[in-house]
Protein backbone atom coordinates (compact mmCIF):
# COMPACT_ATOMS: atom_id res chain seq x y z
CA UNK A 1 0.00 0.00 0.00
CA UNK A 2 1.47 3.27 -0.92
CA UNK A 3 2.13 5.61 2.17
CA UNK A 4 0.24 8.77 1.76
CA UNK A 5 1.71 12.04 2.66
CA UNK A 6 0.34 15.78 3.06
CA UNK A 7 1.35 17.96 0.62
CA UNK A 8 0.37 21.62 -0.20
CA UNK A 9 -0.80 22.07 -3.60
CA UNK A 10 -1.80 25.82 -3.86
CA UNK A 11 -1.34 29.12 -1.89
CA UNK A 12 -2.66 32.51 -1.88
CA UNK A 13 -1.40 35.45 0.14
CA UNK A 14 -2.85 39.00 1.15
CA UNK A 15 -1.96 42.39 2.23
CA UNK A 16 -3.45 45.32 3.23
CA UNK A 17 -3.03 48.54 0.85
CA UNK A 18 -1.79 50.97 4.08
CA UNK A 19 2.00 51.06 4.11
CA UNK A 20 3.78 52.48 7.26
CA UNK A 21 7.08 53.19 6.50
CA UNK A 22 10.04 53.61 9.23
CA UNK A 23 9.85 57.39 7.76
CA UNK A 24 6.16 57.55 9.55
CA UNK A 25 7.10 55.81 12.68
CA UNK A 26 9.59 58.75 13.20
CA UNK A 27 7.24 60.79 13.81
CA UNK A 28 5.05 59.05 16.16
CA UNK A 29 8.33 57.40 18.23
CA UNK A 30 11.79 58.03 18.70
CA UNK A 31 13.03 56.13 16.38
CA UNK A 32 14.65 56.43 12.71
CA UNK A 33 14.88 54.42 9.46
CA UNK A 34 18.56 53.26 9.98
CA UNK A 35 18.19 51.92 13.29
CA UNK A 36 14.97 50.25 12.54
CA UNK A 37 16.65 48.68 9.46
CA UNK A 38 20.05 47.74 10.92
CA UNK A 39 17.88 46.22 13.70
CA UNK A 40 15.11 44.37 12.37
CA UNK A 41 15.66 44.77 8.63
CA UNK A 42 12.63 46.18 8.60
CA UNK A 43 11.88 49.25 6.10
CA UNK A 44 7.89 49.35 5.90
CA UNK A 45 5.11 47.10 7.25
CA UNK A 46 0.81 46.84 6.22
CA UNK A 47 -1.58 47.92 8.12
CA UNK A 48 -5.22 47.35 7.59
CA UNK A 49 -7.48 50.53 7.97
CA UNK A 50 -11.39 50.45 8.63
CA UNK A 51 -12.13 51.66 5.37
CA UNK A 52 -10.73 48.67 3.53
CA UNK A 53 -11.80 46.19 6.08
CA UNK A 54 -11.87 45.35 9.24
CA UNK A 55 -10.69 41.96 11.36
CA UNK A 56 -8.37 39.41 11.21
CA UNK A 57 -11.30 37.64 9.19
CA UNK A 58 -11.12 40.37 6.30
CA UNK A 59 -7.87 39.57 5.58
CA UNK A 60 -8.09 34.96 5.58
CA UNK A 61 -10.78 35.13 3.64
CA UNK A 62 -8.94 37.85 1.01
CA UNK A 63 -6.10 35.11 1.06
CA UNK A 64 -8.30 32.19 0.91
CA UNK A 65 -10.24 33.82 -2.21
CA UNK A 66 -6.55 34.53 -3.88
CA UNK A 67 -5.84 30.51 -3.33
CA UNK A 68 -9.42 29.40 -4.81
CA UNK A 69 -9.48 31.34 -7.61
CA UNK A 70 -5.74 30.31 -8.64
CA UNK A 71 -6.64 26.74 -7.82
CA UNK A 72 -10.02 26.88 -9.97
CA UNK A 73 -11.08 24.93 -6.77
CA UNK A 74 -14.58 24.47 -5.40
CA UNK A 75 -14.87 25.32 -1.74
CA UNK A 76 -17.41 22.69 -1.02
CA UNK A 77 -14.50 20.28 -1.43
CA UNK A 78 -13.06 21.48 1.53
CA UNK A 79 -13.15 19.66 4.48
CA UNK A 80 -11.54 21.59 7.20
CA UNK A 81 -10.39 25.06 7.69
CA UNK A 82 -8.34 26.21 10.22
CA UNK A 83 -7.53 29.83 10.52
CA UNK A 84 -4.08 29.62 12.30
CA UNK A 85 -3.95 33.96 14.63
CA UNK A 86 -3.21 35.32 17.95
CA UNK A 87 -5.63 38.43 17.18
CA UNK A 88 -9.24 36.38 16.40
CA UNK A 89 -12.23 38.28 15.05
CA UNK A 90 -13.60 38.16 18.89
CA UNK A 91 -12.97 35.85 21.80
CA UNK A 92 -15.79 33.90 21.86
CA UNK A 93 -16.62 33.25 18.23
CA UNK A 94 -14.20 30.70 15.68
CA UNK A 95 -12.89 33.27 13.15
CA UNK A 96 -12.01 29.54 11.13
CA UNK A 97 -15.79 29.16 11.10
CA UNK A 98 -16.62 32.48 9.64
CA UNK A 99 -14.05 32.57 7.30
CA UNK A 100 -15.27 29.07 6.20
CA UNK A 101 -18.76 30.35 5.59
CA UNK A 102 -17.58 33.26 3.83
CA UNK A 103 -15.99 31.37 1.25
CA UNK A 104 -18.31 28.93 0.56
CA UNK A 105 -16.75 26.46 2.14
CA UNK A 106 -20.16 24.53 3.54
CA UNK A 107 -18.85 21.29 3.52
CA UNK A 108 -16.04 21.49 6.10
CA UNK A 109 -15.78 22.29 9.89
CA UNK A 110 -13.32 24.91 11.52
CA UNK A 111 -11.24 26.18 14.18
CA UNK A 112 -8.75 28.20 15.58
CA UNK A 113 -5.32 27.70 16.39
CA UNK A 114 -3.28 30.20 18.53
CA UNK A 115 0.37 29.51 19.18
CA UNK A 116 1.77 33.12 18.67
CA UNK A 117 4.63 33.33 15.81
CA UNK A 118 4.72 29.44 15.66
CA UNK A 119 0.67 29.55 14.68
CA UNK A 120 0.81 28.48 11.07
CA UNK A 121 3.97 26.01 11.89
CA UNK A 122 2.07 24.30 14.02
CA UNK A 123 -0.66 24.44 11.74
CA UNK A 124 1.04 22.47 9.24
CA UNK A 125 2.03 20.07 11.82
CA UNK A 126 -2.01 19.41 12.53
CA UNK A 127 -3.26 19.85 8.43
CA UNK A 128 -0.70 16.96 7.82
CA UNK A 129 -2.04 15.07 10.34
CA UNK A 130 -5.41 15.31 9.10
CA UNK A 131 -4.45 14.08 5.50
CA UNK A 132 -1.89 11.62 6.12
CA UNK A 133 -5.01 9.93 8.50
CA UNK A 134 -6.70 9.07 5.11
CA UNK A 135 -10.43 10.90 6.55
CA UNK A 136 -9.85 13.74 4.72
CA UNK A 137 -8.68 14.96 1.14
CA UNK A 138 -8.78 18.91 1.63
CA UNK A 139 -7.48 20.92 4.34
CA UNK A 140 -7.02 24.58 4.23
CA UNK A 141 -4.54 26.49 6.25
CA UNK A 142 -4.66 30.11 6.70
CA UNK A 143 -2.44 32.14 8.54
CA UNK A 144 -3.43 35.93 9.88
CA UNK A 145 -3.14 38.53 12.38
CA UNK A 146 -4.16 41.71 12.32
CA UNK A 147 -1.47 42.90 14.92
CA UNK A 148 -2.08 46.66 14.85
CA UNK A 149 -5.47 46.27 17.08
CA UNK A 150 -3.03 45.09 19.53
CA UNK A 151 -0.07 47.24 19.52
CA UNK A 152 0.55 50.21 21.16
CA UNK A 153 2.17 52.90 18.77
CA UNK A 154 3.72 54.98 21.66
CA UNK A 155 5.99 51.95 22.30
CA UNK A 156 8.80 52.07 20.29
CA UNK A 157 10.23 48.46 21.10
CA UNK A 158 6.93 46.87 19.26
CA UNK A 159 5.46 49.03 16.96
CA UNK A 160 8.36 48.88 14.72
CA UNK A 161 8.38 45.08 14.48
CA UNK A 162 4.37 44.42 13.47
CA UNK A 163 2.49 44.40 10.36
CA UNK A 164 -0.87 43.02 9.50
CA UNK A 165 -1.09 40.31 6.98
CA UNK A 166 -2.83 36.73 5.66
CA UNK A 167 -1.42 33.68 3.79
CA UNK A 168 -3.10 30.31 2.95
CA UNK A 169 -2.27 26.88 1.88
CA UNK A 170 -3.97 24.04 0.84
CA UNK A 171 -3.02 20.71 1.78
CA UNK A 172 -4.05 17.25 0.02
CA UNK A 173 -2.90 13.83 0.02
CA UNK A 174 0.49 12.96 -2.25
CA UNK A 175 1.42 9.45 -3.58
CA UNK A 176 4.92 10.68 -4.88
CA UNK A 177 6.58 10.55 -1.47
CA UNK A 178 6.47 14.86 -1.54
CA UNK A 179 4.53 17.32 1.09
CA UNK A 180 5.27 17.23 5.01
CA UNK A 181 8.56 14.57 5.93
CA UNK A 182 9.42 15.28 9.56
CA UNK A 183 8.68 17.78 12.02
CA UNK A 184 10.38 18.81 15.45
CA UNK A 185 8.07 21.56 17.46
CA UNK A 186 8.61 22.42 21.19
CA UNK A 187 7.02 24.54 23.68
CA UNK A 188 7.95 26.36 27.24
CA UNK A 189 5.35 27.89 29.00
CA UNK A 190 7.51 29.81 30.93
CA UNK A 191 8.49 32.10 28.15
CA UNK A 192 5.12 34.45 28.94
CA UNK A 193 6.09 36.48 30.79
CA UNK A 194 8.56 37.57 28.23
CA UNK A 195 6.27 38.41 25.30
CA UNK A 196 2.53 39.01 25.69
CA UNK A 197 -0.74 40.75 26.76
CA UNK A 198 -1.76 41.69 29.85
CA UNK A 199 -5.66 42.08 29.91
CA UNK A 200 -8.48 40.84 27.87
CA UNK A 201 -7.98 37.21 28.92
CA UNK A 202 -9.39 34.96 31.61
CA UNK A 203 -6.48 36.35 34.41
CA UNK A 204 -7.22 39.73 34.13
CA UNK A 205 -10.71 40.97 31.76
CA UNK A 206 -10.89 44.03 30.31
CA UNK A 207 -11.63 46.90 33.04
CA UNK A 208 -11.76 50.75 32.78
CA UNK A 209 -8.53 50.41 34.71
CA UNK A 210 -7.28 48.09 32.20
CA UNK A 211 -8.02 50.11 29.31
CA UNK A 212 -6.73 53.41 30.71
CA UNK A 213 -3.27 51.66 32.35
CA UNK A 214 -2.52 50.07 28.21
CA UNK A 215 -3.15 46.77 29.60
CA UNK A 216 -4.55 45.53 26.30
CA UNK A 217 -1.26 45.92 24.15
CA UNK A 218 1.79 43.29 23.60
CA UNK A 219 4.88 43.98 25.65
CA UNK A 220 8.06 42.26 25.27
CA UNK A 221 11.43 42.03 26.87
CA UNK A 222 13.54 42.45 23.60
CA UNK A 223 16.68 40.99 24.73
CA UNK A 224 15.51 37.97 26.01
CA UNK A 225 12.97 36.88 23.44
CA UNK A 226 15.77 37.59 20.63
CA UNK A 227 18.27 35.85 22.96
CA UNK A 228 15.69 32.74 23.03
CA UNK A 229 14.57 33.22 19.36
CA UNK A 230 18.25 33.24 17.85
CA UNK A 231 19.49 29.71 19.85
CA UNK A 232 15.98 28.18 19.40
CA UNK A 233 15.02 28.92 15.97
CA UNK A 234 18.66 27.58 15.32
CA UNK A 235 18.62 24.53 17.24
CA UNK A 236 15.67 23.31 15.68
CA UNK A 237 16.67 23.72 12.04
CA UNK A 238 19.78 22.05 12.38
CA UNK A 239 18.63 19.71 14.16
CA UNK A 240 16.05 18.76 11.67
CA UNK A 241 18.42 18.61 9.10
CA UNK A 242 20.53 16.11 11.15
CA UNK A 243 17.71 13.74 11.84
CA UNK A 244 16.89 13.72 8.22
CA UNK A 245 20.57 13.30 6.91
CA UNK A 246 20.07 16.77 4.93
CA UNK A 247 23.38 19.03 4.13
CA UNK A 248 23.66 22.45 2.93
CA UNK A 249 23.46 21.02 -0.67
CA UNK A 250 20.35 18.99 -0.11
CA UNK A 251 18.61 22.00 1.18
CA UNK A 252 16.80 24.58 -1.70
CA UNK A 253 15.42 27.27 0.62
CA UNK A 254 14.80 27.78 4.32
CA UNK A 255 11.30 29.14 5.31
CA UNK A 256 11.91 31.00 8.41
CA UNK A 257 9.66 33.56 10.60
CA UNK A 258 10.02 36.77 9.74
CA UNK A 259 10.70 38.34 13.27
CA UNK A 260 14.19 39.92 12.94
CA UNK A 261 16.58 39.90 9.88
CA UNK A 262 19.38 38.98 12.76
CA UNK A 263 17.61 35.73 14.19
CA UNK A 264 16.74 35.07 10.18
CA UNK A 265 20.70 35.04 9.55
CA UNK A 266 21.76 32.99 12.30
CA UNK A 267 19.66 30.27 11.58
CA UNK A 268 21.12 30.63 8.28
CA UNK A 269 24.19 30.63 9.32
CA UNK A 270 23.97 27.17 12.06
CA UNK A 271 22.84 25.44 8.87
CA UNK A 272 25.52 26.33 6.28
CA UNK A 273 23.53 27.91 4.11
CA UNK A 274 23.83 31.22 2.23
CA UNK A 275 21.86 34.18 1.67
CA UNK A 276 20.51 33.11 -1.66
CA UNK A 277 18.96 30.07 -0.32
CA UNK A 278 16.64 32.08 2.24
CA UNK A 279 13.49 33.57 1.47
CA UNK A 280 12.42 36.46 3.23
CA UNK A 281 10.17 39.58 2.66
CA UNK A 282 10.51 41.19 6.05
CA UNK A 283 11.61 44.15 4.86
CA UNK A 284 8.39 44.70 2.82
CA UNK A 285 5.56 43.32 5.78
CA UNK A 286 7.90 43.42 8.95
CA UNK A 287 6.21 40.62 11.66
CA UNK A 288 2.95 39.74 10.44
CA UNK A 289 2.83 36.94 13.40
CA UNK A 290 1.10 33.92 11.97
CA UNK A 291 1.00 35.28 8.43
CA UNK A 292 4.52 35.23 7.83
CA UNK A 293 5.32 31.91 6.82
CA UNK A 294 2.45 31.28 4.26
CA UNK A 295 3.57 35.01 2.94
CA UNK A 296 6.67 33.79 1.84
CA UNK A 297 5.31 30.47 -0.02
CA UNK A 298 2.66 33.19 -1.53
CA UNK A 299 5.48 36.24 -3.00
CA UNK A 300 8.06 33.13 -3.72
CA UNK A 301 5.71 30.63 -5.28
CA UNK A 302 7.00 30.98 -8.08
CA UNK A 303 10.68 30.06 -7.26
CA UNK A 304 9.48 26.89 -6.07
CA UNK A 305 9.70 23.58 -8.07
CA UNK A 306 8.58 20.32 -7.58
CA UNK A 307 10.91 17.81 -5.33
CA UNK A 308 12.63 21.07 -3.60
CA UNK A 309 13.50 20.54 -0.32
CA UNK A 310 12.19 23.46 2.08
CA UNK A 311 13.22 23.85 5.96
CA UNK A 312 10.71 25.87 7.98
CA UNK A 313 11.11 27.63 11.17
CA UNK A 314 9.73 30.29 13.17
CA UNK A 315 9.59 31.15 16.94
CA UNK A 316 6.80 32.90 18.97
CA UNK A 317 5.49 33.75 22.62
CA UNK A 318 4.99 31.69 24.75
CA UNK A 319 7.62 30.21 24.43
CA UNK A 320 6.69 27.80 20.95
CA UNK A 321 9.53 27.36 18.52
CA UNK A 322 10.14 24.23 15.81
CA UNK A 323 10.55 23.16 12.63
CA UNK A 324 9.33 21.46 9.56
CA UNK A 325 10.76 19.71 6.46
CA UNK A 326 8.74 19.83 3.46
CA UNK A 327 9.42 18.96 0.10
CA UNK A 328 7.29 21.03 -2.51
CA UNK A 329 5.14 19.50 -4.43
CA UNK A 330 4.60 21.60 -7.86
CA UNK A 331 5.64 23.82 -9.94
Known sequence: MTKITAAITAVGG???????????????????????????????????????GEGTSYM????????????????????????????????????????????????????????????????????????QSGRY?????????????????????????????AGAALFEPNEEGLGLQ?????SDGNGRQFLGMDAGGSIMPATEETVKNRKHYIYQDGRTVFKFAVSNMADVAEKIMQRNNLQESDVAWLVPHQANKRIIDATANRMGLDSSKVLM??????????ATLPLLLADFEGQLKKGDNLVFAAFGGGFTWGSIYLKWAYN
Open 182 to 186: DEYLR
Open 281 to 290: NIHRYGNTTS
Open 137 to 165: KKVLLIGADKMSSIIDYTDRTTCIIFGDG
Open 60 to 131: AIKAANELIEKRDLDPTEIDLVIVATATPDNMVASTAAFVAAKIGAKNAFAYDLLAACSSFLFGMSTAASYI
Open 14 to 52: YVPKFVLTNKMLEGMVETNDEWIVSRTGIKERRILKPEE
